[in-house]
RNA sequence: GGCGCCAUGGCCAAGUGGUAAGGCAAAGGUCUGCAAAACCUUCACUCCCGAGUCCGAAUCUCGGUGGCGCCUCCA
């Protein structure tokens, strides 16, 4: 498998450090609010590329933190008037909905920044007793000019950064591309004892610490959201491999920002969408599967036209699928007739399309592409006619490959199938007896339900979406 | 000001040297009581513009134009 690798820039083949192991770490988010649809892309990416590896063999470990004590989190505590941690503690809860949903909560752990303050407070004396760090009145800040690769990731040279007129002039750092490790609470606000204030973390030092700490001092993959290359992830290299004296991360992958109206979507912005509103009109799925129709490094700039179009799609593979389980159901053949062996030795041209897109840096929107063409390749292949084998064949490799990109290949009937089945003889009653005008409203009132009707020869297949 | 990315049909989007995938939308047809679904057919001599390299370029080089991102919290 070839990934990108932000760091040279260029798409190498995978190799991980334990062979048949892999250890991924995603920055996970600050939680002060709900989700945007923005923060909903680096989740499903990456939980497809778990997914992926795991497929292919590897034992992954994969973990992702919260950030539970930070400056918004407290001003929106403020506001409400009440503790730091029941803002964070509201917002986990609400995002691990939302992960959920997603069908995203494959991680094996979430730790947080305020049950690892201990760890922290460990690494950064580390940096200070090594030289890379130093303390000032309460603070402490690491020394950028004393790391000497710092900005290899991002291409930033510390002359260009000192030059920029958008770094924060602050007395108490030597230099202006120096930051904070660790800071002194103000009146009021969550703080933790250490050696130099009671205070809190920087906000970098955390995925250093958690890194280390759940994955080892190398790991394979650090994931996330391309703004976050600088300063975040140099400031993590800089810190760890300061501390531990070894290589942090052997891949770093950094998908693109979701846009809206060519612009990028952020809360500092105020253009942002968020999740919970979007699910409103659309399930989880159809913002999923939008997602993976487009590469995880091109920007993607979204709109309820696409969602539209997205969810147009999801269903026609879902038809699909749905009706290679209606043909295996009423299948009058069992066994595999001698005529159906070729489509099923194609079928694996279909895998190889899926595999050899997602081996090509997650090239998830040619994955979704081989989904597609098996779908057609079902519909043409799969007939009346068909043996129960041949249909469970098929089903088989849907199934295999809509659940790598964490697709959902039917919706959950919220409707007691009897009461369906009642209307639905009732209406055959009626065609039987050429009253159309009766068939045709106990249709529409199925309709109403979310029931699609298909007469076919074989009988009368239903489908089911949710109403929003 | 510094660094970097992008520009493909009505919309979305793959493709990074060998002659334009796929989805949505649209048009016609088959099937059907009518539908739905499915299938068949049509839908970019062309990939922002100009020049160059090459037998050959959407793909490489140079120059434009337009858009975006990072340099500050941000997925």
């Not at 503790?83 to 909560?105: F, Q």
Request: charged share 30%.
């Amino acid at each position: 498998m070839k990934i990108y690798n932000t760091f040279t820039k260029t798409k190498e083949e995978f190799v991980p450090i334990e062979p048949g192991k892999v250890k991924i770490y995603v920055c996970g988010p600050t939680v002060y609010s709900f989700i945007h649809i923005g923060n909903a892309r680096p989740i499903v990416v990456f939980d497809v590329l778990h997914r992926y590896l795991e497929y292919k063999g590897y034992e992954v470990t994969y973990a992702t933190n919260f950030t539970d004590v930070d400056d918004k989190i407290i001003k929106r505590a403020n506001e409400e008037g009440v503790e730091a941690s029941v803002i964070s503690e509201r917002y986990i809860g609400e995002y691990l909905k939302d992960v959920e949903g997603l069908k995203t909560a494959k991680a094996d752990c979430r730790p947080k920044v305020t049950e690892e303050i201990g760890g922290i407070i460990e690494m950064i004396k580390t940096l200070i007793e090594k030289g890379y760090a130093y303390e000032k009145n309460g603070s402490v800040y690491f020394s950028t000019t004393d790391f000497k690769p710092y900005g290899l990731l991002s291409g930033k040279k510390l002359k260009e950064l000192e030059a920029g007129a958008r770094v924060e002039i602050d007395e108490e750092k030597r230099n202006p591309s120096d930051f904070v490790l660790w800071k002194p609470a103000k009146p009021g606000e969550p703080k933790w004892a250490s050696p130099w204030s009671e205070g809190r973390p920087g906000w970098h030092i955390e995925c250093s610490v958690m890194s280390k700490k759940y994955l080892g001092d190398t790991i394979d993959i650090h994931a996330g959201g391309d703004d976050l290359i600088f300063p975040h992830h140099e400031n993590e290299i800089a810190q760890s491999e300061a501390a531990n004296g070894k290589k942090f991360v052997n891949y770093w992958m950094h998908n693109a920002m979701l846009t809206i109206s060519g612009k990028k979507m952020g809360k500092s912005e105020g253009n942002f969408l968020i999740l919970r509103d979007i699910i409103k009109d659309f399930s989880y799925d159809v913002i999923r599967f939008l997602i993976l129709t487009v590469h995880y490094r091109s920007p993607m700039n979204f709109s309820r036209d696409l969602m539209e179009a997205a969810e147009t799609s999801l269903t026609r593979i879902r038809t699909a699928y749905s009706n290679l389980k209606f043909r295996r159901d009423n299948a009058k053949t069992e066994e595999l007739k001698e005529e159906e062996q070729n489509s099923l030795n194609e079928l694996q041209k279909y895998i190889t399309m899926f595999e050899e897109s997602l081996d090509d840096d997650l090239n998830t929107a040619n994955a979704v592409t081989a989904v597609f063409e098996l779908v057609k390749f079902s519909n043409v292949s799969v007939l009346e006619n068909s043996s129960k084998a041949q249909a469970q064949a098929f089903i088989d490799v849907f199934d295999k490959l809509a659940d790598v990109l964490g697709i959902k290949l039917e919706e959950t009937v919220e409707i007691g199938s009897e009461k369906i089945e009642a209307l639905i003889a009732e209406r055959q009653l009626a065609r039987k007896n050429k009253d159309f005008a009766a068939a045709d409203r106990i249709r529409n009132e199925l309709s109403d339900m979310g029931i699609t009707l298909n007469d076919t020869p074989e009988g009368v297949k239903w489908t089911y979406k949710e109403k929003k």
